[in-house]
T-cell receptor
Framework: AQKITQTQPGMFVQEKEAVTLDCTYD???????LFWYKQPSSGEMIFLIY??????QNATEGRYSLNFQKARKSANLVISASQLGDSAMYFC???????????FGTGTRLQVFP | GAGVSQSPSNKVTEKGKDVELRCDPI?????LYWYRQSLGQGLEFLIY????????KSGLPSDRFSAERTGGSVSTLTIQRTQQEDSAVYLC???????????????FGNGTRLTVT
C-alpha cells in the first residue's frame, strides 16, 4: 500500500532564510508523481510543485525546489528566501499512475517570523 | 475561468440527519476527487471519479457515505444518518482527464465545513 510520511508537525524559520520540509513515501510502483500543496489559514489548497518518478532533474518553481532522492524515497520541499506569507500548512502528496489516486501526508505547519 | 465550486460553504446538521454536499468541477475536467479534512489534520481520500469509469470508492469510511457524478460533471457527496465524528471540511478537487493524469495538479474548491451537533 502507498504511504506518505511527513515527520515534522511544525517548523519555524526566520524571514529570508531557507527551510526544508521533509517528505518520505512508500510505494512498490515504478511510475508515480509527487506533489506539494500549501494551505494558508484561509483553507484554500494551492499547488506548488510536481516531480515525476522518472524525472532526472529536481523540479523548481520560483522559490520552491524539490530535493528528490528516489533511492531513499524522499521528496523534500525547499523554500528559499522565506517570506511572512509562506506561513501555512504544507502537504506532500503522491499519485499512483496506475490508479490516479492521490494521497496526502499529514502536513507540516510552517511559521515564518521576522 | 471559474474554479471548483462547492456548496454549501457551511452546513450545520443534527445527528442522524442526512446531508448532501455539492461540487461543480472546472469545465472540461473529467477527473473529480473528494477528500475529508478534520480539524488540523491532513486530507483523507474518499472517492475518485474519472470519466465514465467506475469510481474508486476505496476511501469511503462507511456505507453511510456515497457519492455520484451526473453527466460527468457535477458531483454530490451524501452522508446518511450523520454522526458527530463526520464533522470536518469536505474538499472537492478536479483535474483534466484522458488516460493517466500524470503531472496534472488537482484544483481544489474551498470546501464545505460540516458540523454535526
Amino acid at each position: 500500500a502507498q504511504k506518505i510520511t511527513q515527520t515534522q508537525p511544525g517548523m519555524f524559520v526566520q524571514e529570508k532564510e531557507a527551510v526544508t520540509l521533509d517528505c518520505t513515501y512508500d510505494t512498490s510502483d515504478q511510475s508515480y508523481g509527487l506533489f506539494w500543496y500549501k494551505q494558508p489559514s484561509s483553507g484554500e489548497m494551492i499547488f506548488l510543485i510536481y516531480q515525476g518518478s522518472y524525472d532526472e532533474q529536481n523540479a523548481t518553481e520560483g522559490r520552491y525546489s524539490l530535493n528528490f532522492q528516489k533511492a531513499r524515497k524522499s521528496a523534500n520541499l525547499v523554500i528559499s528566501a522565506s517570506q511572512l506569507g509562506d506561513s501555512a500548512m504544507y502537504f506532500c502528496a503522491m499519485r499512483d499512475y496506475n490508479t490516479d489516486k492521490l494521497i496526502f501526508g499529514t502536513g507540516t505547519r510552517l511559521q515564518v517570523f521576522p | 475561468g471559474a474554479g471548483v465550486s462547492q456548496s454549501p460553504s457551511n452546513k450545520v446538521t443534527e445527528k442522524g440527519k442526512d446531508v448532501e454536499l455539492r461540487c461543480d468541477p472546472i469545465s472540461g475536467h473529467t477527473a473529480l476527487y473528494w477528500y475529508r479534512q478534520s480539524l488540523g489534520q491532513g486530507l483523507e481520500f474518499l472517492i475518485y471519479f474519472q470519466g465514465n469509469s467506475a469510481p474508486d470508492k476505496s476511501g469511503l469510511p462507511s456505507d453511510r457515505f456515497s457519492a455520484e457524478r451526473t453527466g460527468g460533471s457535477v458531483s454530490t457527496l451524501t452522508i446518511q444518518r450523520t454522526q458527530q465524528e463526520d464533522s470536518a471540511v469536505y474538499l472537492c478537487a478536479s483535474t483534466r482527464g484522458g488516460g493517466s493524469l500524470g503531472n496534472s495538479p488537482l484544483h481544489f474548491g474551498n470546501g464545505t465545513r460540516l458540523t454535526v451537533t
